[in-house]
Nanobody, 121 residues
Framework: VQLQASGGGLVQPGGSLRLSCAASGRTFSSYVMGWFRQVPAKEREFVAGINWKGDGTWYLDSVKGRFTISRDNARNTAFLQMNRLNAEDTGVYYC???????????????WGQGTQVTVSS
């Protein structure tokens, strides 16, 4: 499966962004989808995951209640709605697909190219 992330940008603290991850290739609905983020000199960090049906989600503690992951299997697209953003949310955000799921990046075999999110006044 090929993944294309989009929707990043510059936003003020307290603002919102919606990231999209468009998939092509093998059956999108058979994969667990995840979002990760990375800043320079730090390891890639799990942010959110969603199961293949879309009825199970899990989050990094610091984004719970602010971020919402969702998917539309008919459109082969996953989303990450990010609200009440703060400076610590700045980073390159990657979408990823997995046959296993979980919070570990090595469980995800397919990755998009990343989209930059910058939270700054």
């Amino acid at each position: 499966v090929q993944l294309q992330a989009s929707g990043g940008g510059l936003v003020q603290p307290g603002g919102s962004l919606r990231l999209s991850c468009a998939a092509s290739g093998r059956t999108f609905s058979s994969y667990v989808m995840g979002w990760f983020r990375q800043v320079p000199a730090k390891e890639r960090e799990f942010v959110a995951g969603i199961n293949w049906k879309g009825d199970g989600t899990w989050y990094l503690d610091s984004v719970k209640g602010r971020f919402t992951i969702s998917r539309d299997n008919a459109r082969n697209t996953a989303f990450l709605q990010m609200n009440r953003l703060n400076a610590e949310d700045t980073g390159v955000y990657y979408c990823a697909a997995s046959e296993i799921g979980g919070r570990v990046s090595t469980n995800y075999a397919y990755w998009g190219q990343g989209t930059q999110v910058t939270v700054s006044s």
